[in-house]
């Protein structure tokens, strides 16, 4: 599967979601206790867009967060010549902290790995070590689900996966992609290893803030058409829900 996201090919309406049988039945999320949360982001952005409830909750609980940029995103406009690769990567990292600051994220602890934008399968072991390095016994390992439908969300899911494993961490899968491209009403998503997180008026308003940190995907970075916008307001707004959703694949399969 290709994912091709742009202004023709928006994906699935949250019209559609919202009638979404599979997406009504998930259960609540009971908040884990864990010793601290490490929340792993293929790209700056995703751990915002995909997990800024969660974060925000874990504030509240007193929790640990720590933070691990797998890339630095300076592939997201590869044909551009209005910026660079190093400058849109030095761009990205400033938008992460910004976000993270709007969700109440004062000093951000983030260990950026630099592993190659749109490659780090070829670089999963130098992943893994990473991450089990980062990772104790007791933790919560927040990454992207290993079926999102980005090769590296998946990837990242599926070493996160094993990294915790390894360390005795648990893990909680969040989407990004998987709500472009997964049918309503089908079972592309495991609806019953789902749990939903639902977020207050003033959480959904710290979220939608702190995705607006993020100008280099929502906004065109120049004038010409490798400079278009990565994330289109129709694919934003399912990022600007009254919850969350993640998969907990120790939950039950049938």
């Known amino acids: 599967m290709k994912l091709v996201v742009d202004e023709r090919h928006l994906g699935q309406s949250e019209m559609s979601w919202a009638a979404s049988g599979g997406l009504k039945s998930v259960r609540p999320l009971q908040m884990p206790r864990a010793g601290r949360i490490i929340l792993v982001a293929p790209h700056p ?32 406009h590869p044909l551009s010549k209005a910026a660079a690769r190093s400058e849109l990567a030095r761009l990205r990292t400033r938008e992460t902290v910004l976000g993270l600051r709007r969700l109440g994220v004062d000093a951000p602890q983030i260990t950026r790995l630099g592993l190659p934008d749109g490659d780090v399968g070829r670089n999963a072991s130098a992943l893994q070590r990473a991450l089990e390095e980062i990772l104790r016994p007791g933790d919560l390992c927040v990454a992207p689900w290993r079926f999102d439908g980005h090769p590296d969300h998946e990837i990242c899911g599926d070493v996160a ?44 308003a710290m979220k939608r803030w702190a995705t607006y940190a993020f ?31 993640y998969v907990d694949e120790t939950q039950d399969k049938t």
Do not use: K, N
């Not at 867009?49 to 592939?75: K, M, N, P, R, W």
């Not at 970075?221 to 990565?230: K, Y």
């Open 161 to 204: 996966s094993r990294a915790s494993e390894a360390r005795g961490a648990r893990v909680l899968s969040y989407l990004v992609w998987a709500w472009h491209w997964a049918d309503p009403a089908g079972r592309d998503i495991p609806w019953r290893q789902c749990r939903r997180l639902e977020l207050t008026r003033r959480q959904v």
């Open 45 to 76: 952005d995703d751990e915002v867009f995909g997990a800024a409830g969660l974060i925000q909750y874990s504030l509240v609980a007193g929790l640990e967060l720590q933070f691990v940029a797998v890339t630095d995103g300076e592939s997201s």
């Open 215 to 245: 100008q280099s995907q929502i906004r065109p970075i120049g004038p010409e058409p490798a400079d278009r916008v990565v994330m289109p307001d129709a694919v934003m707004r399912r990022f600007w829900r009254r919850y969350e959703i």
